[in-house]
T-cell receptor
Framework: DSGVTQTPKHLITATGQRVTLRCSPR?????VYWYQQSLDQGLQFLIQ???????AKGNILERFSAQQFPDLHSELNLSSLELGDSALYFC??????????????FGEGSWLTVV | TQLLEQSPQFLSIQEGENLTVYCNSS?????LQWYRQEPGEGPVLLVT?????EVKKLKRLTFQFGDARKDSSLHITAAQPGDTGLYLC????????????FGAGTILRVKS
């Protein structure tokens, strides 16, 4: 158990719909990261928040958005869903930024299936 | 765009054999991390290397970061069935280390 909690674990939804994935980081961790893992693209960095503020952005689509709340939990909002958005979405957390000795912990992921 | 090429994609070996997984790029990375992922779980960090030429050992696993910080290798000695899993390398962005670029992964199966 990494200490990072993600909900829901599985989600099936139709194209065009909107879903919200939720993440609670490890106690004490200020940084939250979102990653997408699919068979064809592998594991891809989407976005990072640090203590409520966006810190880094990766290959995140405009239809996707995220935020980190004052209690440090984070949500990833996916809208106008397409079949290609079906993937495993991971949340990860770390104390601060990624640095030697600063481990990043991944949650178990949220499986999203768009039908 | 930074890319990490990982090889081989699949590896099926007998218990007790040695193996090496490679991670190569034309880009320089601030750090290189290796993860292991099992089905239904998130990746778990094995090691982080940051200095060119650095070698780290974790029991039967040896990790090396290339001198130019563009490539890395993971060597497992006397593989065991418990080593079975997906191994991922990830490079820290040179400009912004928080952004990890992942390789496609190596699926390792160790047969007893």
């Amino acid at each position: 158990d990494s200490g990072v909690t993600q909900t829901p674990k599985h989600l099936i939804t139709a194209t065009g719909q909107r879903v919200t994935l939720r993440c609670s980081p490890r106690s004490g961790d200020l940084s939250v990261y979102w990653y997408q893992q699919s068979l064809d693209q592998g594991l891809q960095f989407l976005i990072q928040y640090y203590n409520g503020e966006e810190r880094a952005k990766g290959n995140i689509l405009e239809r996707f958005s995220a935020q980190q709340f004052p209690d440090l939990h984070s949500e990833l909002n996916l809208s106008s869903l397409e079949l290609g958005d079906s993937a495993l979405y991971f949340c990860a957390s770390s104390v601060s930024t990624i640095a030697p000795g600063n481990t990043i912990y991944f949650g178990e992921g949220s499986w999203l299936t768009v039908v | 765009t930074q890319l990490l090429e990982q090889s081989p994609q699949f590896l099926s070996i007998q218990e007790g054999e040695n193996l090496t997984v490679y991670c190569n790029s034309s880009s320089v990375f601030s750090s290189l991390q290796w993860y292991r992922q099992e089905p239904g779980e998130g990746p778990v960090l094995l090691v982080t290397v940051v200095t060119g030429g650095e070698v780290k050992k974790l029991k039967r696993l040896t990790f090396q970061f290339g001198d130019a910080r563009k490539d890395s290798s993971l060597h497992i000695t006397a593989a065991q069935p418990g080593d079975t899993g997906l191994y991922l390398c990830a490079g820290g962005d040179e400009e912004y280390g928080n952004k990890l670029v992942f390789g496609a992964g190596t699926i390792l199966r160790v047969k007893s």
